[in-house]
C-alpha cells in the first residue's frame, strides 16, 4: 500500500515536472514580422496556414493557437521568402528583417567543450561566424553578428542552444 501511494506521489510530480517543462517552451517566431501581436490578432483565422506549408525546411510548426512558431530541432531558417511570400494576411510582410527576433544562448552546464571536450559543431554551420571560442572550450554566441537562423541547434550534440524571445516581446 506504502509503494502505491509513493509511486503515485511520483507520478503525479513528475507529470507536474513535465506540464511545466511544456509550458516552458519558448515560442520563437518566423522572421519577416514588424508586430508580434499580428500572429495572435489574425493567425488564427488563418484557413490554410500556408507559412508552414511552403518552408523548405519544415521548420515553421503551427502550435495550438493556430500561429506559426519555429521548431529549429532538425534544421534552420534560410531566410528563402516563400513564408513571407505565402503570408497573405500581411503578419510577415517585411522581407528586409532576414533575422529572427530571438536571443540565441550557449547552455554551459550542457555544453560539451564548456566541460574540456573539444567540439565546435555548433560553430561550423554558422554562416555569420557568430559562435566564437574563447580558447579551446568555451563558445560563446556574439549576438551582434547572430541572426538566430538555427542552423547550430540541431548539430549540438549536448542540446545545449537555447533560444530566447526578447523580453520586449510580451505574448499573450
Not at 484557413?47 to 503551427?62: M, N
Request: negative net charge; glycine residues 4%; charged residues 30%.
Amino acid at each position: 500500500m506504502i509503494d502505491e501511494e509513493r509511486r503515485g506521489l511520483f507520478a503525479s510530480l513528475s507529470s507536474a515536472i513535465k506540464k511545466e517543462k511544456q509550458r516552458e517552451k519558448p515560442v520563437v517566431r518566423p522572421p519577416y514580422n514588424t508586430d508580434p501581436s499580428l500572429f495572435y490578432k489574425l493567425c488564427p483565422d488563418c484557413s490554410d496556414k500556408r507559412c508552414a506549408g511552403v518552408c523548405e525546411e519544415e521548420i515553421i510548426v503551427i502550435d495550438e493557437r493556430g500561429t506559426p512558431t519555429l521548431d529549429f530541432s532538425k534544421n534552420g531558417c534560410t531566410f528563402c521568402d516563400a513564408c513571407a511570400d505565402a503570408c497573405d494576411s500581411g503578419v510577415l510582410s517585411d522581407k528586409t528583417l532576414n533575422f529572427v527576433d530571438t536571443t540565441v544562448e550557449i547552455d554551459v552546464l550542457k555544453c560539451v567543450a564548456w566541460h574540456q571536450v573539444l567540439c565546435s559543431s555548433c560553430k561550423d554551420p554558422c554562416l555569420e561566424n557568430a559562435i566564437v571560442f574563447l580558447g579551446l572550450f568555451r563558445p560563446e554566441i556574439d549576438m551582434d553578428r547572430c541572426t538566430g537562423c538555427g542552423w547550430c541547434r540541431p548539430v549540438c550534440p549536448a542540446d545545449a542552444i537555447l533560444f530566447i524571445p526578447p523580453k520586449r516581446r510580451k505574448e499573450a
